[in-house]
């Protein structure tokens, strides 16, 4: 992965670093979006999380959508 | 796998940016990944990171968020999905189609003919055309 690209969701990711315990014990399996250090909400799949962020934040910026679970799944490509 | 021509993206996750390109249904991936420089020719929007198994191992890919259209087919857009971004090894396909896109369909292989087919609850099935044939007319 590129440096710019790492760059790009760094501060999202940090924040749900911090808040991921605290998360699976209510929202495992819920995806959550998050802006900068802001919190927009849980949602029960992915559409409807990417939904409410685009309708938040709009279609030009990146913000995280990222499922709650504990171990992260690695998938296979090929 | 076989060659499948898709269009990416539309309207609700690139604001009417789109670019085409030819994709290779992967059977075997289990999610749908996208080549750099096609990510970069829609400038797609990054939602995640995440670990893939490659040949060769794990890497860190990043997760971009579009909208997949099959021109020509019949199959219904879809609207969102989460796309994987990392080099391919083929250079001719930019677009592996992984399971999460077949999961919505009927996929069918005939092995002894060598052919495929997918269809979708509403629509009529795609069958593979004749091999030579100029069904996108180029």
New interface residues.
């Given amino acids: 992965m590129a440096a710019d690209q790492q760059a790009r969701l760094a501060v999202e990711l940090e924040y749900y670093a911090q808040h991921k315990a605290e998360w699976l014990a209510r929202k495992t399996g819920h995806y959550v979006v998050i802006k900068d250090s802001g919190l927009l909400g849980f949602y029960p799949n992915f559409e409807a999380a990417y939904r409410a962020g685009a309708a938040t934040y709009g279609l030009n910026t990146d913000f995280l959508v990222k499922q709650i679970l504990e171990h992260e799944p690695v998938f296979f490509v090929f | 796998m076989s060659p499948i021509r898709g269009q990416s993206p539309v309207s609700?996750?690139?604001?009417g940016r789109f670019t085409e390109t030819e994709a290779l249904i992967?059977t075997?991936?289990?999610?749908t990944?996208l080549a750099p420089e096609a990510v970069q020719r829609v400038?797609l929007?990054?939602?995640?990171?995440?670990?893939?198994?490659?040949?060769g191992g794990?890497?860190?890919?990043?997760v971009y968020?579009a909208s997949l259209q099959f021109p020509y087919s019949g199959l219904k857009a879809i609207?969102?999905i989460?796309v994987?971004c990392?080099e391919?090894?083929h250079p001719l396909y930019r677009c592996?189609l992984?399971r999460d896109v077949l999961s919505r369909w009927i996929f069918t292989y005939d092995g002894p003919v060598g052919t495929w087919q997918i269809s979708e609850a509403s629509v009529s099935s795609w069958v593979e055309p004749p091999e030579g044939s100029e069904l996108w007319g180029e």
């Fill in positions: 609700p996750t690139t604001g992967d075997g991936a289990q999610r990944v400038g929007s990054k939602i995640n990171e995440a670990d893939i198994r490659v040949v794990i890497v860190k890919a990043d968020v609207e969102v989460e994987s990392c391919l090894p592996l992984g």
